[in-house]
């Protein structure tokens, strides 16, 4: 398959980077710009782990085509923090025990960036429906919506 | 030195941690406060973030799948499409010709040697890593390939070649044991995997002796893991023949004796390494799984590194999971309640191959004789091999599916006797002291403890009565209970290594290494055994650096499973600290003219105990150390071994689980669930209730939702949605009740919670969800098809009965 040039905004930074027309924004994140942090747990979007956010919306990088995912700022978990300093969100997630295995961690947290930016008090149920496509098998949850209602007070002190 | 030692140190800098910040004290202060210090933890008992919840929420912590080498190999796995065929013959020249393609094995380039996790019987070691001459389920391995790309994989894994002669085949445990049914294994006539019997007492003679006696049979479905990483696998060799593994596992020992055996290679020659691990719950507790030694062999043949990566759907179609079970369980009571016999038994669902199964067997035996005393028992269990995907451990192993079967049928003998459960409960429950029917003696039982707190806690009794009904749904509560060994008091091999070790070593710089073989998957066991040893040197969690685990530096473990790694390996982790702590305290008190027993550790320091300005810090103590031992760096050890068989302890509990059905749908919504849970001293409360309310939500996933449905041997649900497991928005509120002892076996009194806390969960919700609209499944999951179906049987029936 012939590859095709792109640039990639990700994290503040411009790559690019020559991809295949099925390579998903996944496969260029992880293979073409060493972002791990980004989790591949099923590759057909029903588990969450690879959420991204695009221009502040969470999308699911194993379903989203590198070639499309040009021109829009892309989020990922190595984004999240600034320089040492975790966000408020990591930082609930760390201080709550919301980390388990850590596999659904950075998408769970991207998810959690999102809906905290657009609302600043969720309800439990909504921090519940909000991260509803990001798979837990660890946590029950419990701890996890503990840490973004958490992070969600600290926000709006 | 000492003097100025305190002069220098700015406490309030140093103190680093919330636990430590608590404590009033200064070194110059009063003496008393020094003391009083010596009877608390300071790192024990505290709810400390993990020591990896930094990297794991930065995305920095690495999993295999995130490993690269140069000049890595893509390596990928053939299948088979047939639930039973021989194979004729395997051509892959055409998929050697796709560019890109470095190699292709088959069951013919290996030694063709069988492994099998239980080793200890012949009739266990079922299984080639690389099917040889026959496969016997839909997915079983039979050639790899190594391609420089997954798409040349891909084009090679079409284009190689496979001759099945397909054989008949069987699904079906009671098909399999039909005489004439196909055989599946030469050394198992009549498909017999295992066979495992128990007997106590005299059933017979508890029968007569009891009031009211019920039967009942019980099903469970094909649940798996669902873990959120799939395996992976990375190879490579060096040019001395040695290999090294990374591997997404729980037990790296296994992995390694197993790719030794496959690979007819000394076990020194395999180097495994366990990167961050994503989930495992008994998936990844086999040992050696097909993916590790075709990347073994791949790598070897190519001379090149191999990663292979199973995709989800290979996780849900051929991978390990749990048995489904047919219990027929037959109790025998007084009139109030007092459990006089049981009779069980069971018809393990196993697959194609053994895995833990013949152990699963005994398990769903020997478990269900905690958390209740059976004076009279007996217990026969037989694991059938049919030609689906192998059944294996899953969290709970056996328990499960026993307890549902206990708990629901005591449910139903508490209402036919018009006695309360929570009473029957407390009534047979194991109190400390005793010995359960199948051997276990328990060294401590706060069972009575967890049964009372969460009765009274959720109102139990008077909630029992609402029957509370709110636009068409209707409310219900119960109770489950349970108890669980913590940690098996076995290896599966013959081996002369200990069950857990620890190594611990200190040099220059005062900074603590730590070298353990138990493997944390997620659960927290590298933190709960860094508080361990922190505890003991009188440490922080960050002044601690841990190795877990690598078969080349760590000593062997027996690895995650049986939920065996806080007694065992902290254990382990306790006496290599006290350890450490001895030698340091030996040269500090020469030094000090001091006795080493008046020497306290606390706080990064070394003080003598009723002369608090005799100090000096942990680093300064290393240096002397090692000023004293010819500049050798301190270098202990520990290991730990079940001091009994079985298990060292058992933990205990009792949950409440409150639901809401809806008449029109049959739908559930669990509303909470309330745990009391007995693992003694929480080491770390806030990581004992992630265990816990982790069971919680695959408890309920398995009474309700979870399953693998199968046609002719295929898997007809390979993916998340399809399989069902919950989601959080039908998470419910979950409360966590502590039940705090002190278990004279476990480290600092602790048991374990990891899987026990899963035992309760599925007959609490089956007995609330009775309790709501009247009607028992003894089916699972609950399903809303099962109790519409079930409703409208009782509807009908009582219409009769009016008529």
Redesign the interface.
Known sequence: MKKKLIELQVNGEVYSLAVKPNDTLLDALRDHLGLVGTKEGCSVGECGACTVLANGRPVLSCLTLALDATGVQITTIEGVSQGEALDPIQQAFVDHGAVQCGFCTPGMILTAKELLTNQKRPSVAQIKESISGNFCRCTGYTKIVEAIEAASKEQGA | MVQKECWKCNIRKRLRFDTHEQLPYHPLRAERKVISLMNEYHVIGK?L??I????????????T??L?LPGMLCGMILRSPFAHAGILKIDASRALKVPGVKAVITGDDTIKAKYGVISRSPKFVDEYALAVDRVRFIGEEVAAVAAADP?AALEALDLIQVDYEELPAVFDPDEALKPGAPQIHDHAPGNMSREFHLKQGDVEKGFLESDLVREDTFTTQSAI??????HAALAEWDMSGRLTLHTSTQTPYYVQQHLALTLGINPDRVRVIKP????G?GGKSDGMAALDFCAALLARKTGKPVKL?Y??DEEFTAARRKHPVTITMKTGVKKDGTLVARQCKAFLDGGAYCSLGPLTTVLVGTFQTLPYRIPNYQYDGYRIYTNKPPCGAMRGHGGPQAHFAQDVQLDMIAEELGIDPVQMALRNGLRTGERSAAGFNIISSGFAECVRKVAEDTKLKEKKSYRKSDRGKVYGIGLGCGGFPSGAGFYFTNTTSAHSSVIIRAGEGGGVSVLTGASD????SDSIICQIVAEVLGLGLEDIRITSADTAMTPPDMGTYSSRVTVAAGNAALKAAHAAREEIFRVVAKKMEANPEDLVAADRRIFVKGSPEALMSFEDAVNLYQTENEGAPLVVKGSYNSPDKMSPTYSFGAYVAEVEVDLRTGEVQVQRITAGHDCGQPLNP??V??QV??????GMGYALSENLSFEGGQTLNP???GYR?P?????PE?VVHHIVGHDPEGPFGAKETGEGSLDPVTPAIANAIYNAVGVRIKDLPITPEKILREMKKKAKGHEKETD
């Open positions: 709810r973030p993990r990896d919840a930094k990297e794991k929420v930065r995305g920095q912590a690495h999993y799948d995130d690269k798409d893991h669902a873990y959120l990483e799939p961050y691990v994503g989930g719950f990566v995709s989800r998957i997620g659960q927290g806030m990581s209730e992630g309310e982790g069971c919680m939500v695959m993916s998340f949605l497991a989601a959080a928005n039908q998470s979950i």
